[in-house]
C-alpha cells in the first residue's frame, strides 16, 4: 500500500508530506484547490510523461517521493529481485524534473529509466481519471478491461507472440513467390559472374603480392645497381671496402688488449661487425642474384592487373574485395538454387504457425466468452446499485473469420448497454446521457478492480454526474472496493466523503503575492465542517452541522 507522499515545488505546491492509512481515503476541497494535482503528481512519481511547465514558478525543480510498503506484495518484491534493486518491506520511487524539462527517476536509491519505474508503478498503483468514460467507448479500452477482468492479459500476449510470428513467416512466404518470376533471370546472370571470377581464379593476398613484384620488376635496374654498389663497399671492392676496414681495426686491437683487458668489449664488437657485415654481403648477393629482370615475366604481372582490375571496375568494388564479392554472389546463388526447398519450408511453418496462433485465439475467445458473461452480470448488479434498476450491460464478443485475424485474436469486442426496462442493448455512447455514463463507468472501474492485483486504486472524480441516493451508493462501491485493498478517492459528495476512513481537506492559501496549496488530514469535529461545506456551500448553518453530524455517525454505524 502507499504510506507516504512527498511533494515539493509543483504547480502551486511548494511542500506537502501526506501519511496514508489503509482502508478508504478521502481528498476534499473547493474547486481549484489543488485536488487533482496531488492524482497528478502520484502519476509523475509513478512513471508518467513530464514537462518544465510542471515546475513551480521560481523553483529549479520539481520533487516526488512515494513510499510503498511491499510486505505483502510476492510479484513486486519478485519484480525489484529480477531488476537487481535492493528488495526490503519498504519500496521507495523517487522522480525529479527540473526547470529545463530534464527528469530523473530512482527506485530504492537507485537510478533508473523512466521505463522501469513505470514498469514498477504499475504494479503498485492505478489510478482512474475523472474523463475515463470519455474513452470507454473505444473499442481497444474494452477489449482491456474485459481482459483485465478475466485475468486473460498473458493469454492475449501469448496470442499477440504468435500472429507476429505467424504473419513474419507469411510475409516472407509472399516475398519468396513475388520474387519467382525474377529467380530465373537473376540465376543466369549470378552463374555468369561467378564463372568469370572463377575463372580469375585470384588467390587470397595475390593482388598485393602482384602489386610488389610490379614494382620490383620495374625497377630491377636500380635494384641491381643499388646492391652492386652496396656490395663493393661493404667487400667487394679492392681497397677501403667495409671487411678490410673492420679486419685491420681488429688486428690493431688485438695488438694492444694485453696492456688492457677493458678493450675486450670492443674486441668482442668488431669480431661481432665483421660477421655482421659478412652476412649482409652474403645476403645482398643472394637477393642480386635473383633479381629477375626477364620482359616476359614483366608483361604476365602487367596482364594479371589488368585483367584484375577489369573485373573490378566492372563490379564496382576494389580489387581486394573481390574474394569476398565471390562469397556473397554464391551465397546468393545457393540460396537462390535452393529457394523451391525454402519455399515449401517456409510453407510448412507458415502452416504451423497458423495452426498454433489459430489454436490459441479459440481458447482466448472461449476465455472470453465465460469473462464476458461474468462481467457482464457483475456490471448490470452494479449499475442496479448505482441508481440504473433496469439497466442491463452486456459484453458482447463478435466473432472473427481467419482472413480478418487480428493479434488480439479472433473476436471484436463491444459494450452494449440497456438503460431503461424493455430496450435492447445498444453501444452504449449512443444511448447513454451524461450521467449514465459517468455511473456505467464507475460500475466497470469497480468490477475491473476487484480483479485486479494492485493494491492502490486512485478515483479522481469519478463520481461526478451522481448526486443524491445514488451518490451515498457509489460511496458503498468505493468503501467495499478498500475493505480488501487501499483506495484514495477525489470527491465532491458528502455522501462519498463520510463513508472514508480517512479524510484530507485540500485548500489553496494565498499571501497577495504567492498561491500555494496545503493539505490537511481531519478530525471528527473538522471532517464535520468539512462535510458542511460540501453540503451546504458557502452559508453553514446550524442544521447544516446537524446533518453533516448525523450523516458521519450514519456511515460509522454502517461500517461497523
Request: one cysteine or more; charged letters at 25%; a negative charge.
Amino acid at each position: 500500500m502507499l504510506m507516504n507522499l512527498q511533494v515539493r515545488d509543483f504547480a502551486i505546491v511548494d511542500r506537502i508530506d501526506i501519511e496514508f492509512d489503509p482502508g478508504m481515503t478521502v481528498l476534499t476541497g473547493e474547486t481549484g484547490a489543488g485536488k487533482s494535482i496531488l492524482v497528478d503528481a502520484l502519476g509523475l512519481v509513478l512513471g508518467e510523461r513530464g514537462s518544465a511547465q510542471l515546475v513551480r514558478d521560481g523553483a529549479r525543480r520539481a520533487e516526488f517521493a512515494a513510499e510503498f510498503d511491499v510486505a505483502k506484495l510476492p510479484a513486486v518484491r519478485e519484480w525489484l529481485d529480477e531488476q537487481a534493486l535492493d528488495v526490503d518491506d519498504g519500496c521507495l520511487l523517487r522522480r525529479v524534473v527540473n526547470a529545463d524539462g530534464r527528469s530523473r527517476a530512482f527506485i530504492n536509491g537507485n537510478s533508473v529509466p523512466l521505463s522501469q519505474l513505470k514498469a514498477l508503478g504499475e504494479l503498485l498503483l492505478d489510478i482512474h481519471g475523472q474523463h475515463f468514460h470519455q474513452s470507454l467507448g473505444r473499442r481497444d479500452i474494452q477489449r482491456a478491461l474485459l481482459d483485465h477482468f478475466g485475468g486473460l492479459l498473458d493469454a492475449r500476449t501469448n496470442v499477440e507472440s504468435h500472429f507476429a510470428l505467424w504473419r513474419s513467416l507469411a510475409d516472407q512466404l509472399q516475398s519468396l513467390s513475388d520474387a519467382e518470376a525474377d529467380r530465373a533471370s537473376r540465376l543466369d546472370l549470378l552463374t555468369f559472374q561467378l564463372n568469370e571470377l572463377e575463372s580469375l581464379a585470384l588467390e587470397p593476398g595475390e593482388l598485393d603480392a602482384l602489386m610488389s613484384e610490379r614494382q620490383r620488376l620495374q625497377n630491377s635496374g636500380r635494384l641491381a645497381e643499388g646492391v652492386g654498389s652496396a656490395l663493393d663497399q661493404l667487400f667487394d671492392s679492392e681497397s677501403g671496402n667495409a671487411n678490410s676496414l673492420v679486419s685491420e681495426a681488429t688486428r690493431s686491437i688485438e695488438q694492444i688488449i694485453e696492456f688492457d683487458s677493458s678493450l675486450e668489449p670492443v674486441l668482442e664488437a668488431l669480431n661481432g661487425a665483421s660477421i655482421q657485415v659478412a652476412e649482409a654481403a652474403e645476403t645482398l648477393r643472394r637477393y642480386g642474384e635473383s633479381i629477375d629482370m626477364d620482359p616476359a615475366r614483366r608483361d604476365w604481372v602487367e596482364e594479371r592487373l589488368d585483367a584484375i582490375q577489369a573485373i573490378s571496375r566492372k563490379h564496382r568494388v576494389p580489387g581486394d574485395e573481390l574474394l569476398e564479392l565471390a562469397t556473397r554472389l554464391r551465397a546468393e546463388h545457393d540460396e537462390l538454387s535452393h529457394a523451391e526447398e525454402r519455399g515449401r519450408e517456409l510453407e510448412d511453418r507458415a502452416e504451423a504457425a497458423e495452426a498454433a496462433y489459430l489454436a490459441l485465439a479459440n481458447k482466448l475467445s472461449k476465455a472470453r466468452a465465460k469473462a464476458a458473461t461474468r462481467f457482464s452480470a457483475a456490471v448490470t448488479d452494479a449499475m442496479h446499485g448505482l441508481g440504473m434498476p433496469g439497466g442491463v450491460f452486456q459484453a458482447a464478443l463478435t466473432p472473427l473469420p481467419v482472413e480478418s485475424a487480428r493479434p488480439w485474436g479472433l473476436d471484436n469486442i463491444e459494450f452494449l448497454i440497456s438503460a431503461n426496462p424493455g430496450q435492447a442493448p445498444q453501444a452504449l455512447a449512443k444511448v447513454a446521457s451524461g450521467g449514465e455514463l459517468s455511473r456505467m463507468a464507475l460500475s466497470i472501474q469497480v468490477i475491473a478492480s476487484d480483479g485486479s492485483a494492485i493494491p492502490t486504486m486512485v478515483f479522481d472524480e469519478v463520481d461526478s454526474g451522481v448526486g443524491g441516493g445514488v451518490a451515498e451508493m457509489v460511496g458503498r462501491r468505493l468503501q467495499e472496493l478498500g475493505a480488501n485493498r487501499q483506495v484514495l478517492c477525489v470527491t465532491h459528495l458528502p455522501q462519498v466523503a463520510s463513508l472514508a476512513d480517512q479524510h484530507f481537506r485540500i485548500s489553496k492559501v494565498t499571501d497577495g503575492k504567492s498561491t500555494r496549496t496545503r493539505v490537511h488530514v481531519l478530525g471528527n469535529e473538522e471532517r464535520i465542517e468539512e462535510l458542511a461545506r460540501m453540503l451546504g456551500g458557502v452559508d453553514i448553518t446550524r442544521k447544516t452541522l446537524e446533518h453533516a453530524a448525523e450523516m458521519l455517525a450514519g456511515a460509522r454505524k454502517k461500517r461497523a
